[in-house]
């Protein structure tokens, strides 16, 4: 056998591949007599052999330098193999005139190591019934070889019809290249094509295009191919990239795109561009198909590949780069379409002529697009970009093209001179404050790269990303993202769905202040350590460089680095303890930061993904709102709350830190707010020991007749009546009592009892220990009452001078009812108040008994059986009502 | 086999994910759920405009888990869920016919 196979290899290959691929060659042809026949094509080449072909060269040309090299001498590869398959059919079959060529990805030349091959066979219109076979001897042994072969037959005739009609085969025969066969059939078609189909009517082409280009665009708009992208057909991928040029070559009539971008810009889309064929050239040959999705598993694998470092760093490198090329290859498709979609007719350009008008000296409307008047307003006066910008959102307009570029040449000039100059930073405030269109401006600043030369820090953010699945877009994206939904919330398109969140937007002073910190939350993801803190310290020097008043910088700082409290406290939270609801809205401050703190989570998570905003989450995130305003509203926060975090410092400072950081979280600050820090700490000390005892009682006997008395214990369900009613069997006068639940289900109650026959040291012994047997459930206190009802009996006379009075608010606790009890003291009355209470299903979670003269003044923070507030109003009635009685009723025992 | 679903408070998840982690328990579903039981719903109030709150967020844990274990995790879901208060939510057990793991085509306990 000849090998013509190494003949037409050492044609078509470049030098610097050859010495690579023909040794393998000749070792395939010098093995030949050893491999049976039926493993060998027709082409003398085998499928195992073109795939170590491939792989060898992939590892020959420098695959990640220069990507299109590889493409180049893959195709050219292709194309020895192509037209040795052609000749050879040519020979075998009887052979009309044809011409072959190579159209679309393959007529580029871009061939990735398993992208389509797709040829064209021009003939002329006479000898049809020769075509079918010639086409088969020219496929079968490349498909022999694995490869992806189409090939279709038509007239110069027919491609000019299809070329008109058809889309597809329109833009593949852009790309046509001539391979063999009759030269001239190739000249003829291509006259034609050029000046009949691909310069007529560019108009209709862009839109023909910019259609497939949004239809696509839906397709893959689902989050999943945000993660795991299509390398070729997502947004930003090859395929728009081809849009782009082939607008640019039909309507330019050029095929040097980059001739008519501002040279930086298409210096930067060429690295975009060839960053993109690395991934899928490395996808192609690590998954041996032609895959174009770069899946997580193939991330991982190719990160390394680009010696990037290993682990997530690597690969979040990696997609940042994939998400910084992508933008910028969508941006030119886009631009190309929009410049050639919204050039006016002939006839419209002498209307807008007359439509014409200035703005200022340097800025002129036409045809709906703000342009430059002066060339060189820019660098005459930075400050004007700003301006520009400024008008865009005013005129409610966009700027045309050529002021893109004007902006983008004028980089140069945003210095830290501009970036501190009061006129920009105040243009750039008043675009925020003015709120109108303010995703679509700060997108455009985005997509020039003005906004981040603008606000450097936002660089380091750009194409950033997560590797993870509940992030979908890259920072920058996100940021943006989250703006565009305050300005959907403002502009009143969530009114059905989100009513509140819509009304607090138009509620907030100063929503510039808003915008700026959603705009920046996440600036500090760039850096080490917790992004948020990070993020705020940043904030904080952003705001000084744009003369931010020193609350406001204060405000945007606290909305940074607070910006996760919101949600993380709705959603790992108890929202029913008043003492999680009270510390968040210490944190927060006042009602205005609450607001816009609901916002900027709102605006947060909702730009993370369609799936992560959940009516679940809304509903939690609602009810820490509101409940956290009321506190505001009733200016309930600062007071208790100031007087609590002191005590707690103070407590960090005297207590051991294992001790600490296991009580802390439990103190409610009503409690730490009522003792001093020495008291507090004894009662720790009280609440250690509680664990293994049921019951500790101390007391401080006073004046002989006087008792402070301190009880710890676990909380139960009817405590309190248990406690009084022992105090009532020993005789004890309850006059003051401090009653509070901790956190952890610990009960600390303070109470001053007094006995006047002097026999106080006595009582309270016995007291603890009627209280311990009653706890302990050895006996009941209803029949130790009965018991002593009839040894301890004294009538006691009792005139109600003092008239009784019961208040049941439900409005000042979004947590507890509060009962508030007025009446004339006597013995035993807080046990019967305290008792009638417990009977009535109420459970006392904190309580403060006072006596003033012979007017007692108690008041009962209650909930019923199930920690919910009692607000039912038969319910309450009676509650109110059975009380009233016991304050009136004369008592006999 | 049974099958475990538990109906908690939102917050209480991860120390009850954690708790079961502990006991060895390898996989659940976790999903985010609204409902009423005997905790209704309310309304709350902002400026005069009413809030109507119907079904209150709960999280649902789903597992599988073989006989043997099934009193250890009720146990540890019990514990680690509980405030005592209204809506701590309910554990319900079924049944368990089969578990497939599709990968390997592996069944029954080898698959949970």
Redesign the interface.
């Known amino acids: 056998m000849e090998c013509w196979v190494y003949q037409v290899l050492r044609k078509t290959i470049t030098p610097s591949f050859r010495h690579f691929i023909l040794p393998w060659i000749l070792a395939v042809y010098q093995s030949d007599e050893r491999i049976e026949l039926h493993h060998l094509s027709e082409l003398g080449i085998t499928k195992d052999g073109l795939k170590d072909i491939k792989n060898q060269l992939g590892q020959a040309v420098p695959i990640h330098s220069s990507p299109r090299e590889f493409l180049r001498q893959h195709s050219d590869m292709a194309d020895g193999l192509v037209r040795m398959a052609f000749r050879k059919a040519q020979s075998q079959a009887p052979s009309p005139s044809v011409c072959l060529m190579a159209v679309g990805g393959y007529g580029r030349a871009e061939l990735a190591p398993h992208s389509d091959i797709d040829l064209l066979l021009l003939h002329s219109s006479s000898k049809k019934e020769d075509l079918p076979p010639l086409v088969e001897k020219i496929l079968y042994p490349l498909w022999d070889l694995g490869l992806d072969v189409s090939c279709s037959s038509r007239s110069i005739n027919e491609c000019m019809q299809m070329a008109r009609s058809d889309l597809y085969i329109k833009t593949s025969l852009i790309d046509g290249r001539y391979l063999d066969g009759e030269y001239e059939f190739f000249r003829n078609l291509y006259g034609l094509f050029t000046r009949k189909v691909l310069h007529r009517k560019t108009q209709n082409f862009a839109a023909a295009l910019a259609k497939e280009l949004h239809l696509r665009g839906q397709k893959y708009e689902d989050p999943a191919y945000t993660l795991e992208p299509n390398i070729k057909e997502g947004k930003g991928g090859l395929r728009d990239f081809q849009i782009g040029r082939w607008v640019i070559r039909a309507k330019y009539k050029t095929d040097r795109w980059d001739s008519i971008l501002f040279p930086d810009h298409s210096r930067m889309l060429d690295k975009s561009l060839e960053f993109l064929w690395t991934l899928r050239n490395q996808l192609h040959l690590l998954s041996g198909r032609r895959q174009d999705d770069l899946t997580f598993e193939m991330q991982e694998k190719i990160a390394p590949i680009l010696g990037l470092r290993p682990g997530t760093e690597g690969i979040e490198e990696m997609m940042r780069q994939y998400h910084l090329s992508t933008q910028r290859i969508s941006n030119f498709a886009q631009d190309i379409l929009d410049r050639v979609l919204h050039e006016p007719s002939p006839l419209k350009k002498t209307f807008h002529f007359l439509q014409r008008r200035r703005i200022d000296d340097q800025f002129g409307m036409a045809r709906g697009e703000i342009h430059l008047l002066d060339p060189v307003a820019f660098k005459k006066d930075p400050p004007q970009l700003m301006a520009l910008f400024e008008y865009c959102q005013t005129y409610k307009s966009k700027m045309d093209f050529r002021t893109e570029e004007a902006v983008m040449e004028a980089f140069p000039f945003i210095d830290d001179i501009f970036r501190n100059s009061e006129k920009v930073n105040q243009a750039f405030l008043s675009i925020l404050r003015n709120g109108k269109a303010v995703d679509t401006i700060l997108r455009k600043m985005h997509e020039l790269g003005f906004l981040s030369r603008y606000i450097p820090e936002f660089l380091d953010v750009e194409g950033k990303v997560h590797y993870d699945l509940y992030h979908v877009h890259p920072v920058d994206i996100h940021s943006l993202l989250a703006v565009e939904e305050l300005v959907k919330l403002k502009e009143g398109l969530y009114q059905r769905d989100y ?2 969140l819509t ?1 607090l937007i138009r509620e907030i002073e100063k929503p510039e202040n808003l915008f700026l910190a959603v705009l920046l939350h996440d600036i500090g993801k760039g850096m080490d350590g917790d992004h948020s803190f990070a993020g705020g310290e940043m904030v904080k020097r952003i705001g000084d460089r744009m003369g931010l008043s020193v609350e406001d910088n204060e405000l945007i700082e606290s909305l940074v680095s607070h910006h996760l409290l919101m949600v993380e406290t709705a ?6 303890d008043e003492q999680v609801i009270l510390r968040f809205a210490n944190e927060v401050k006042n009602l205005n930061r609450l607001k816009m703190l609901y916002l900027l989570t709102f605006a947060d998570i909702k730009a993370v993904g369609p799936e992560a905003w ?4 809304n ?2 995130l ?2 820490l709102f ?1 409940k956290a ?1 009321h506190f505001f509203e009733k200016g309930a926060v600062a007071l208790p709350l100031l007087k609590g975090e002191k005590m707690l410092r103070t407590l960090e400072r005297s207590l051991s830190p294992e001790i600490f950081s296991a009580y802390s979280e439990h103190l409610p600050d009503r409690y730490l707010s009522c003792y001093s820090s020495n008291e507090i700490a004894h009662h720790i000390e009280m609440a250690r020991s509680i664990e293994k005892e049921l019951l500790l009682v101390g007391w401080k006997i006073k004046k002989d007749i006087q008792a402070k008395v301190t009880v710890c214990t676990k909380d139960r369900y009817g405590l309190f009546s248990k406690l009084t009613g022992s105090m009532f069997l020993n005789r004890l006068n309850i006059l003051e009592a401090q009653i509070h639940t901790w956190g952890n ?1 610990i009960v600390l109650d303070t109470f001053w009892v007094e006995d006047a026959t002097k026999n106080i040291e006595r009582r309270l012994e016995q007291f603890k220990k009627d209280l311990e047997e009653i706890l302990g459930a050895k006996v009941s206190l209803r029949d130790l009452l009965s018991k002593r009802k009839e040894s301890n009996g004294i009538k006691q006379k009792v005139i109600p001078r003092v008239p009784g009075e019961v208040k049941i608010n439900n409005h000042d606790s979004d947590f507890y009812t509060i009962v508030e009890v007025i009446g004339e003291d006597r013995l035993g009355i807080l046990y019967e108040v305290s008792q009638a209470l417990t009977d009535h299903g109420c459970d006392i979670h904190f309580a403060r008994i006072s006596t003033l003269g012979n007017r007692i003044v108690d008041v009962f923070y209650v909930q019923d059986e ?3 507030k009692i607000e039912e109003k038969q319910k309450g009635d009676r509650l109110k009502q059975i009380l009233l009685n016991h304050l009136v009723t004369k008592i006999s025992l | 086999m049974k099958k475990i679903e538990a109906i908690i ?3 209480k ?2 120390e009850v994910k954690n708790a079961l982690t502990k006991i060895g328990v390898q996989g659940m579903t976790v999903t ?3 409902g009423f039981g ?2 209704k719903g309310h309304t ?4 005069g ?1 009413e ?1 109507k ?1 119907d ?3 709960k999280v649902k844990i789903e597992l599988i888990t073989p006989d043997e274990m099934v009193p250890q995790v009720i146990e540890t879901i019990e514990r680690s869920s509980k ?5 701590d939510g309910k554990i319900f057990i079924s049944p368990v016919e089969e578990v497939i793991r599709i990968r390997t085509g592996e069944r029954g306990r080898d698959a949970i």
């Open positions: 009513p509140l009304s959603l790992r939270r108890d929202l029913h959940t009516s679940w989450k509903t939690l609602t009810e509101l305003s289900g199930w920690g919910e | 408070k939102p917050f998840l991860d985010e759920i609204k005997r905790q709350e109030v902002y400026r405009a809030y709150i079904f209150l967020p405030t005592g208060k209204i809506g």
